[in-house]
């Protein structure tokens, strides 16, 4: 056991599958939530991070101490609610100290029904998250500090884990949407894209609003359907471009409804960019499998090789799953490969203009090293339509 001295009595535990109980003071919601443990290293972000679609299923812990330094607001949410599980931070929450905040973290969280814990040891769970692997976990947060602790470590080792899970079901959009609103910019905010541009259908496994923009931003006319949206219902829309998103959960558990819908759309010839859960989602449609990490990649400051052009990009991450490289076909190109561990983080199809990356363009932490993606998919779609 560890956390907080005896002499201050805990308000929040978080137990982890393996037995150790960490003690420390909640905030946000109260009551109890099991999912599985990852660290993100990014220095900024935590709202984006909580409201991202891929952390579904995850508890978050922050690397970086000053989380809540500067508040919460709407115009920085990726969804419209968060859904990560939960936060472990080392420090308590502070006042925001931002001009853009319109209100508090503490406050957010507890209105969200999401549960934060702080005076964590954070650097001791990073250790034993890479060394040992995401483990399960049961956060709790009781004000009076009532904790059954022999309860929570069951229900850690009870929760059956993302291996086989299909969340991108869970967090999809429930209909069609058009999306016009473009990247923020100084002085202007969010504006919106007018006149014709390329049709984009958009699949929605969980995506990100900034992706979105991004999209909209680079001259897409974007229309966003659900995960389950069949070939036929993509085709419908006599689309220039088709866009995979990123999402959370197990990509072979997602790909039983997805793949073929994919596979369908290759045989039209039309380009196709994917992100994130998309790029293995693409990958699993052209014949390669995916495997499941030991602890991930979470965080703003993951280098990237590009083998094509040599350039190396610092990217941000955020998946616990991987393609197998391995497993490619011939007739794909392993375009992109992680620094930290030489992982597989790009495809693309010998000839064809389809391709994807593993990691999140639009999350800018280069901040711009990697925004060309969207200009190679439009640049893409310009060819395909001329020739």
């Not at 900024?44 to 101490?65: L, N, R």
């Not at 058009?178 to 969010?190: H, M, Q, V």
Request: charge should be negative.
């Amino acid at each position: 056991m560890t956390g907080l001295s005896p002499q201050s009595r805990p308000t929040a535990c978080l137990a982890l599958s393996d037995g150790t109980v960490f003690y420390g003071r909640g905030f946000g919601a109260t009551g109890e939530t099991v999912a599985e443990l990852v660290f993100n290293t990014a220095m900024t972000g935590y709202q984006e991070i909580m409201t991202d679609p891929s952390y579904a299923g995850q508890v978050v812990t922050f690397t970086f101490p000053h989380i809540g330094n500067v508040g919460v607001n709407a115009d920085d949410d990726e969804t419209a609610e968060p859904v990560a599980a939960g936060m472990v931070v080392k420090w308590d929450p502070t006042e925001p100290s931002s001009w853009r905040a319109t209100g508090e973290l503490t406050d957010w969280l507890r209105r969200k029904g999401r549960i934060g814990i702080g005076g964590i040891d954070t650097r001791r769970l990073t250790r034993a998250i890479r060394q040992q692997g995401a483990p399960h976990v049961a956060l709790a947060h009781d004000p009076d500090g009532n904790f059954d602790v022999a309860a929570l470590v069951a229900k850690a080792r009870g929760w059956k884990g993302l291996v086989g899970l299909d969340l991108a079901k869970d967090v999809t959009c429930a209909q069609s949407y058009r999306w016009d609103e473009k990247l923020w910019a100084w002085s202007e905010g969010y504006t919106r894209r007018d006149g014709p541009g390329a049709k984009v259908v958009a699949i929605d496994y969980g995506a990100k609003r900034n992706i979105l923009r991004c999209l909209a931003s680079a001259g897409c006319d974007v229309t966003v359907l659900p995960a389950t949206a069949t070939a036929e219902d993509v085709l419908a829309l006599n689309p220039d471009g088709v866009f995979l998103s990123n999402g959370p959960g197990d990509p072979a558990a997602t790909g039983v409804y997805a793949v073929p819908m994919i596979q369908a759309v290759l045989e039209r010839d039309l380009p196709i960019f994917g992100i994130c859960l998309g790029h293995q989602m693409l990958a699993l449609a052209l014949g390669a499998r995916t495997v499941k990490m030991n602890h991930g990649h979470h965080g703003a400051n993951h280098p990237v090789k590009d083998l094509e052009t040599g350039k190396v990009e610092i990217t941000s991450m955020n998946h616990g799953f991987t393609v197998d490289s391995q497993t490619l076909p011939a007739e794909v190109i392993e375009t992109h490969v992680s620094l930290f561990d030489g992982s597989n983080c790009g495809i693309r199809v010998k000839n064809r203009p389809v391709f994807s990356v593993q990691y999140h363009p639009e999350a800018s932490p280069g901040p711009q090293d990697s925004y060309y993606l969207f200009d190679r998919f439009t640049a893409a779609i310009r060819h395909k339509k001329s020739s």
